[in-house]
C-alpha cells in the first residue's frame, strides 16, 4: 500500500462530510483537486472507496474498511510528533478528552487540575457529550480518551476499558424538601413532586424509567428532562421548588457533605453501574495520555477510601 498522507486525510474528510464540495470548502482546495486525490487513493488501491451520487457520497465496504485504519494512522502520528516535541522539550504534549456528565461532576476536575500541576505545559482540552458522540470523536482519533459509563459489550474489540469505580443510584433534594426529614424515601409520595431526569433516550434516563416501572409507579408527570449538571445543581440550591433529581451517588457529593442539599436513598434500589475510561485498542498512548490516566486512578482511589 502506498496510499500518501495527503490521500488519507481527504479521504477521511470526504467520508465525514459526505460531500466532496464540503470536503473541499474544508480542505481549503478545490472540488476537483479533492476529486482527484480520491481516485489517486482508488487507483493506488485498486478498489472502489465511494459512491457518487446527486444525494452526495457514500462508503463502499472498501471505504468502511479503510476509514478506521486511515484515523488511526493519522491519530498516531499526531500522538508521534506531540512526544517528540515533549522530548525536545518544545511542549509537553497535548491530551484531547471525553467526558460524560457524571465524570465532569467531579473525577475529570480533579485529575486536570493535577496533571496541571504535574505538566503545567501541557495543553488539555475537555469536551462534554453524549456516550455515542465521544465514542465517534474517540474512534475518529479526535478524542484520546473517554471517561464515561462502561457498557463492556459490543465496544470490546475497538476500544480498551478500565473500570475506576461504581457509582450508585440515588435521589438528590434540596435541604428544606418535605421527604429530607431522615424517614424511609417512598417514591409514590415522591412522584407528586416535580422531577429533573436525564433525557428518557439516555442511557441513566432509560435506566431510571426501567427502576420507576420494576417499582411499580408511573414516571411523573412534572419533569424537565436535562444532563446539563450546572442547571440542575442551580434548581436544586437556589429555586424554592421542591425538586427531586435521580442522580449518581458522587455528584454533588460536597454539596450533601457540607448539608446545601440531601441525599436520598432510591426506593426501590439504586442501580450500581461501572464508571471508568475507554481508549482506542489500535495503537498506542502517548505519554500525557498515560500521565492523565495515572491521576484518574488516583483521584478515584481516594475517592473510593473516603466514600460514605
Not at 137 to 144: I, K, S
Request: glycine share 6%.
Amino acid at each position: 500500500m502506498k496510499a500518501t498522507l495527503k490521500q488519507l486525510e481527504a479521504f477521511i474528510i470526504v467520508a465525514e462530510c459526505r460531500s466532496v464540495s464540503e470536503a473541499a470548502r474544508k480542505l481549503h482546495v478545490s472540488q476537483p483537486a479533492v476529486t482527484r486525490t480520491i481516485s489517486e487513493l482508488e487507483s493506488t488501491l485498486g478498489v472502489e472507496l465511494i459512491e457518487r451520487s446527486a444525494r452526495g457520497v457514500a462508503m463502499t465496504s472498501f471505504g468502511e474498511a479503510l476509514l478506521s485504519h486511515a484515523r488511526t494512522v493519522l491519530a498516531e502520528l499526531r500522538s508521534a510528533d506531540e512526544e517528540l516535541a515533549a522530548m525536545q522539550g518544545a511542549a509537553a504534549g497535548r491530551v484531547a478528552i471525553g467526558t460524560s456528565p457524571t465524570g465532569a461532576a467531579w473525577l475529570v476536575p480533579e485529575a486536570v487540575s493535577r496533571l496541571a500541576l504535574a505538566k503545567p505545559d501541557a495543553l488539555v482540552t475537555v469536551m462534554e457529550a453524549r456516550s455515542p458522540d465521544m465514542l465517534a470523536a474517540l474512534r475518529a482519533g479526535e478524542l484520546d480518551i473517554v471517561i464515561a459509563p462502561l457498557a463492556g459489550d459490543e465496544r470490546a474489540a475497538e476500544f480498551v476499558e478500565e473500570e475506576l469505580y461504581r457509582d450508585e443510584l440515588s435521589l438528590i433534594v434540596g435541604r428544606s424538601h418535605p421527604q429530607a426529614n431522615g424517614s424511609p424515601a417512598d417514591l409514590k409520595a415522591l412522584r407528586n413532586f416535580p422531577w429533573i431526569i436525564p433525557p428518557i433516550g439516555t442511557r441513566l434516563g432509560a435506566l431510571i424509567g426501567a427502576l420507576f416501572r420494576r417499582a411499580g409507579v408511573t414516571l411523573p408527570s412534572s419533569r424537565i428532562e436535562t444532563q446539563a449538571m450546572y442547571l440542575v445543581r442551580t434548581m436544586l440550591l437556589e429555586t424554592s421548588t421542591h425538586w427531586v433529581a435521580p442522580l449518581p451517588k458522587r455528584i454533588f457529593r460536597r454539596d450533601v457533605d457540607e448539608g446545601r442539599l440531601r441525599r436520598l436513598e432510591f426506593p426501590s434500589g439504586g442501580y450500581i453501574r461501572p464508571i471508568g475510561f475507554l481508549t482506542r485498542a489500535r495503537g498506542s498512548r502517548s505519554p500525557l495520555v498515560n500521565a492523565f490516566i495515572r491521576q484518574l486512578r488516583e483521584v478515584a482511589k481516594t475517592s473510593e477510601e473516603t466514600a460514605p
